[in-house]
């Protein structure tokens, strides 16, 4: 009776630490969106250097990639402006300009200031020929004193 009794404790502590482990930091749904994101987010880093060195197609195979796992994450989480300003980039790295505006623009409606959605966007914007929008898209960044203004006023500059 005894062990018996020792077990049932150790099982009630055990199920309590994993309770707490697992909810500390929000739901599960949320730690594996969060898991996704960090995934993806490395595959997109790694597609940029490949770029960087000229090899568009390992690069494309590695967004495709990239795109699956944010997909898994939005899923997951829909109101994660990050997550879909990635679903937008790995879309519109992969040539779905327009899917990619959609979720770019769905992530402006959760955080109309978001940096990387509005220098992204505007460099689709510069993509698809649409300059007085991409203007739009650095006016809001105007002030930010960040490296995404920077680099959407050159590409602007350069169109």
Partial sequence: MKNFLKFLIIVFVASIFNYNSIYAAGSIDSNYSTGFYKQGKKLVLRAKKLEKKNKKEKAEKIYLKALKIFEKAYAKDKKNADILNYLG????????FEKAEKFYLMGLKLDVGHLGINEYLGELYVQTNRIELAKKRLEVLSGCECEEYEELKELIENN
């Fill in 89 to 96: 980039y790995t879309l519109r790295k992969t040539g779905d």
